[in-house]
């Protein structure tokens, strides 16, 4: 509880334990900091690689790339922002410059008409494959090269907790296995 004086100048506020803010360890503040320097440089430097290797953003290549690993390569707009964490303007200004490259269409859904499926073209495909290679190299380079693998598995069991933890919704915080050969026949899909 917090109790607030006046006096003639300033306000006095007095907390009591109870009201005390939990502050970080130092081994948690220490950790935070590499978290919030990890949340903020890696983004940007997946989004560099792929605007200079394939001309498009992080955020275009990640909408083309959840479109390639969806059933009949399409979704519906309001999942594909949700997914994203964006508001549907948003997602559809972002699908309206996949669009005028061929990439995405976008057309009411049959099922309820209410709603409207963004659905990955052939064209939206080749690039989608032709960008995976660039972009897996960046993701190896800037994170899985900087690991051991058991690094790599507490990286997994961490980023999965605190997924959860935040999209309790979800069912799930990791990425099923991919089958190897499934895998080589369809490049970029794990991207």
């Known amino acids: 509880m917090t109790f607030r004086v006046k006096s003639s100048r300033r306000i006095v506020t007095h907390m009591t334990d109870a009201d005390e803010p939990r502050w970080l360890t130092p081994g948690e503040q220490r950790a935070w900091v590499a978290l919030a320097g990890t949340v903020i440089w890696l983004p940007a430097t997946l989004d560099a690689q792929l605007q200079r290797d394939a001309g498009i953003s992080h955020a275009e290549y990640q909408v083309l790339s959840w479109l390639s690993m ?61 960008s995976a290679p660039g972009h897996v190299a960046a993701v190896r380079e800037h994170v899985f090269d900087q690991l051991t693998p058991t690094q790599v598995a ?30 080589a026949a369809s490049p970029g899909q794990s991207a």
């Not at 009949?72 to 949700?82: C, K």
Request: charged share 30%; hydrophobic share 40%; with cysteine.
């Open 70 to 130: 969806s059933t009949d390569r399409t979704r519906r707009m309001s999942e594909l922002a949700d997914t994203a964490n964006v508001t549907l303007s948003h997602l559809s200004r972002i699908v309206a410059r996949l669009e005028q490259r061929s990439w995405v269409r976008r057309t009411p859904d049959p099922a309820d008409g209410r709603y409207t499926l963004a659905i990955l073209t052939e064209d939206g495909w080749r690039k989608v494959v032709a």
């Open 154 to 183: 507490q990286l997994e069991e961490i980023g999965a907790q605190i997924f959860r933890h935040l999209r309790p919704d979800c069912a799930t915080g990791h990425v099923a296995p991919v089958d190897a050969a499934a895998e």
